[in-house]
């Protein structure tokens, strides 16, 4: 599903404060450049600590690793084709022994300013494999909300 960055989320009952980022698609351009270790960091930390949001049933593979892997509007077609597609293009986040299936669900950001921002859990690959550059309001929301490492809770070394 491609939404234009800073648009209407519209998958929500009451949509008034939320806000699209990282709804790509192969179809549209985006905004290229390398985001930020500490938003990285923190969009990995939401994704591992599942704290994201709306998982549903099905993935929605990478686009972007179809395109380069298959060629644009390729189609599968047989049964082991498709295998093979969902097989390379699945987006898994690994991250010290630590594995996360991507494409299932939300990342949403509140910020100051009361805007909640949307974003599909690809968008942590997005950034990382293919310089997807997030909009700075949300690069903001993301480094200021506080978060914590699970070694930061107390009892925990
Ligand atoms: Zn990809």
Known sequence: MYLPDLSVYPNALDSANLRAVGW??????????IAP??????LREILLSNRDVNKMRGTHCCEFCADTIFGKK???QSREA???YLDKTTIYLEHEGKRK???????????PSGIIWA?????YHYSVAHRYLPPQAFQDAVRVRPYKRESDKIGVK
């Open 24 to 33: 790509l698609d192969s179809e549209h351009e985006f905004t290229r450049g």
């Open 119 to 123: 974003a599909p859990s690809l968008i």
């Open 37 to 42: 270790t500490r938003v990285i960091d923190a």
């Open 82 to 84: 498709f295998r093979d």
């Open 74 to 76: 390729y189609v599968p």
């Open 101 to 111: 299936l991507l494409g299932m669900s939300e990342i949403w950001i509140p910020s």
